[in-house]
């Protein structure tokens, strides 16, 4: 039976139009249909990835891969929902083979959409523990990430956050930058906080969050981890490498990683993953699966550790030792798969709070 699910889109509206532009999925259709753009290659000896993450952050270890085996790697870079709507248009035109991004909910909207192959190969389930992964291993996650709050060490202290939800408090207003409605982090993150909380209270947590941020809204985390460093607002929401990375080359900056929600009510933190899956309509499924193979081994997950300070998902591969240690504190419950089936609810409590 054809797959009858509908690739990313939602009804017109202004958060629509930011996010899931359905002129994308036109675009796609006449690329399909159409020779492929001059990065593709459908060269027995090379792969084509479609990636949703910077290009600095994935192609060092690409390139390893390439040293390793001899099989050359295309990459071509753009915003994951446009390479999901690329690839449901395409269909099996495809000259892709592997899909990486740095969301699990994008990855398990493309596994709904039948966009990716599932894998049977042990050395998945021996490197990647199960809550990080799909129950088919159709997209394997890479490397973890923490959604949590930076913060000004000369103007707040750490112990006036207990939680998340405490941003959304009053105190607060004017003293926050946020990551605009269009950034998969703030989307996955309120996707857990609505699978624990709730719809009301998740709402409400929006409504103060908007207020307080005001005009201090970013279409970068680094522009928010530097707002706070300049003392521009005192804390932000960001994935915890981007605190790391500034410090690393601003060592003096008065910043600091908060880890919210560890008390014994808490929720524990919001964790996410970037990942991989295998394309549906590969040419060179064999290749494909030695480079999943690859990036889930030890000598992988080191450089995702060592190069972009997130978090290896191998058990046997320790953090930068620059990060908090990843048994130091809890995460919260919500199973990365089901961060594709809550993502529309989100978007119309995000839209329907009118965050941009």
Excluded at 128 to 152: E, I, K, M
Excluded at 257 to 286: C, F, S, W, Y
Aim: overall charge positive.
């Amino acid at each position: 039976m054809e797959h009858s699910m509908q690739p990313f889109s939602r009804r017109p509206g202004p958060l629509t139009q930011l996010l899931y532009p359905l002129v994308l999925v036109a675009m796609g259709v006449a690329a399909a249909a159409s020779s492929p753009p001059a990065p593709v290659s459908a060269a027995p000896d090379k792969l084509v990835v479609y990636s949703g993450r910077a290009e600095r952050l994935i192609k060092p270890v690409l390139d390893s891969f390439e040293e390793v085996t001899g099989i050359q790697v295309a990459l071509l870079s753009s915003g994951t929902t446009e390479l999901v709507n690329r690839l449901h248009a395409e269909g099996k035109r495809t000259r892709a083979d592997l899909f990486i991004t740095n969301d699990a909910g994008s990855l398990e909207r493309a596994r709904e959409l039948g966009l990716l192959r599932p894998l049977h190969m042990r050395e998945i389930e021996r490197a990647v523990p199960a809550p990080f992964r799909s129950p088919d291993n159709s997209w394997v996650g890479l490397s973890g990430r923490v959604w949590l709050v930076v913060y000004n060490t000369d103007r707040i202290k750490p112990t006036e956050i207990q939680s998340i939800l405490d941003l959304a408090d009053p105190r607060w207003k004017g003293k926050i930058a946020i990551p605009n409605a269009g950034s998969v982090y703030l989307q996955a993150g309120v996707s857990v906080i609505k699978a624990i909380h709730g719809d009301e209270r998740t709402r409400r947590f929006l409504e103060g969050l908007k207020v307080n941020a005001g005009t201090h809204v970013y279409g970068k985390s680094s522009q928010i981890v530097r707002a706070v460093a300049k003392g521009r607002v005192a804390l932000g929401l960001v994935n915890h490498y981007y605190v790391y990375r500034h410090l690393t080359a601003n060592p003096g900056a008065p910043i600091a990683a908060l880890l919210p929600d560890q008390h014994e009510q808490g929720m524990g933190a919001i964790m996410n993953v970037a990942g991989v899956g295998v394309v549906k309509h590969t040419r060179h499924l064999d290749a494909a699966r030695r480079l999943v193979q690859f990036l889930v081994s030890q000598a992988g997950q080191k450089m995702f550790a060592d190069l972009n300070k997130e978090y290896p998902l191998h058990p046997e591969v320790e953090a930068n030792p620059v990060l908090p240690e990843r048994k130091s504190f809890r995460a919260a419950q919500v199973p990365l798969a089901r961060l594709g089936e809550l993502r529309e609810p989100t978007m119309d409590l995000i839209e329907a709070v009118g965050l941009r």
